[in-house]
């Protein structure tokens, strides 16, 4: 078996990517119990792992840190993040893809690298501790779904 490269100082940057899931008016969020953003809330998400497409890990991040089965859907946004040390070094960097997911079935309980995970409701986000950028997608999110044929009472 292939020891993982590390992911605190790593040599490339690493693909992540997340999911936001909506039920009705309210995302799925894990709150963060490993850094990078350790305690902060988050998208469900992870790694990407090699012969695994987008969709795939996606719905397979999901599933292990919240127990919750999706139906991947577009491309929202891809962001970088990266985390330096007090010497200017780059501890962390993950390109980040997050995509619009539909929920299928289950209740959010915490697993994996999640310490929490619940849904919330979109108009209780600025209550929540999260990365500006994670708040921003996650509306980018909300104004999708309106204009995608997976989330159409007809689709």
């Known amino acids: 078996?292939?020891?993982?490269?590390?992911?605190?100082y790593p040599q490339h940057?690493?693909?992540g990517i997340g999911a936001v899931v909506f039920r009705d008016d309210?995302?799925?969020l894990v709150?963060?119990?490993?850094?990078p953003r350790q305690g902060e809330w988050s998208l469900p998400g992870g790694a990407q792992e090699t012969g695994e497409?987008?969709?795939d890990?996606?719905?397979?991040?999901?599933?292990?840190?919240?127990?919750?089965?999706?139906?991947?859907?577009?491309?929202?946004?891809v962001i970088d993040l990266m985390d330096r040390d007090a010497d200017g070094r780059v501890r962390y960097h993950y390109v980040i893809i997050d995509i619009l997911a539909l929920w299928r079935t289950g209740?959010?309980?915490?697993a994996d690298d999640a310490s929490?995970?619940?849904?919330?409701?979109?108009a209780e986000l600025d209550r929540m501790k999260m990365w500006a950028e994670t708040r921003r997608v996650i509306l980018k999110a909300a104004a999708m779904r309106g204009e995608t044929a997976l989330f159409s009472p007809a689709g």
């Open 116 to 122: 929490d995970a619940r849904w919330v409701p979109l």
């Open 26 to 28: 309210a995302v799925l």
């Open 107 to 110: 209740e959010p309980l915490a």
């Open 13 to 15: 940057p690493i693909v």
């Open 53 to 55: 497409t987008m969709a």
């Open 57 to 77: 890990a996606a719905c397979r991040e999901v599933r292990e840190e919240t127990g919750v089965e999706t139906v991947p859907g577009p491309v929202v946004e």
């Open 31 to 35: 709150r963060r119990a490993r850094p």
């Open 1 to 8: 078996m292939s020891q993982l490269p590390s992911r605190e």
